[in-house]
């Protein structure tokens, strides 16, 4: 079964960047549409990014456009979120996941999150 493994979160200034990572194991991640989720504290979780099997990204909030750049290397089985010109409000616990289809989401796995916070 597959399993999934965010890393890279920490403590950012407004404005820094941030690059996580999703390592996989138990499958390969060649057969699967991998997303990004965030959720914050008192909110619902919403999408922020996904990556098709073919490598095309789709965004599901605008505003990450131009900031947010999702990648996979399906040598290493691992996705990676590059983050640059945060924001305070986007201080959530960022999971990944691993689904059939980018959109709409359709997910069937999940890692544990990785918390990013976004503070002076």
């Known amino acids: 079964q597959l399993q999934l493994v965010e890393s890279g979160g920490g403590l950012v200034q407004p404005g820094g960047s941030l690059s996580l990572s999703c390592a996989a194991s138990?499958?390969?991640?060649?057969?699967?549409?991998i997303g990004w989720f965030r959720q914050a504290p008192g909110k619902e979780r919403e999408g922020v990014i996904c990556?098709?099997?073919?490598?095309?990204?789709?965004n599901y909030v605008d505003d990450v456009a131009g900031r947010f750049i999702i990648s996979r290397d399906n040598a290493k089985n691992t996705v990676y979120l590059q983050m640059n010109s945060l924001k305070s409000e986007e201080t959530a616990v960022y999971y990944c996941?691993?689904?059939?289809?980018?959109?709409?989401?359709?997910?069937?796995?999940w890692g544990k999150g990785t918390q990013v916070t976004v503070s002076s």
């Open positions: 138990g499958d390969t991640l060649d057969y699967y549409a």
């Open positions: 996941a691993a689904g059939r289809r980018c959109r709409p989401p359709s997910m069937d796995y």
């Open positions: 990556i098709s099997m073919d490598g095309g990204s789709t």
